[in-house]
């Protein structure tokens, strides 16, 4: 079964690990927060955040994740894929009744 991440309040839906982290550097941003800051609050160094928020880090556990989102306060949402009204949309997308 696949499932992609959803992120609240955002809604943005995400499917790579450079996306997640770019959405939570916008956040990070938008809260007038420092890396730095966010970091020792989620319990990691700067640099693991900055990595992650570049699209840089090869993993970011999600104990590390969620304590980041914790602190920007944001959580995950999963979706399950095909969900009620996904073949309408995508009918909608390629022009179809």
């Known amino acids: 079964m696949a499932f992609e991440l959803e992120i609240l309040p955002n809604t943005s839906k995400m499917q790579t690990l450079t996306e997640l982290g770019e959405v939570v550097a916008s956040r990070r941003r938008s809260l007038g927060l420092k890396q730095?800051?966010?970091?020792?609050?989620?319990?990691?160094?700067?640099?693991?955040?900055?990595?992650?928020?570049r699209g840089k880090a090869a993993e970011f556990g999600s104990r590390k994740l969620l304590a980041v989102l914790a602190v920007l306060g944001m959580e995950l949402q999963f979706v399950e894929l095909?969900?009620?009204?996904?073949?309408?949309?995508l009918r909608r997308e390629r022009g179809g009744a």
């Not at 160094?45 to 928020?53: K, N, Y």
């Open 36 to 53: 730095g800051d966010v970091a020792t609050q989620a319990g990691l160094t700067q640099e693991a955040l900055s990595r992650f928020e």
């Open 82 to 89: 095909g969900a009620s009204g996904s073949l309408d949309e």
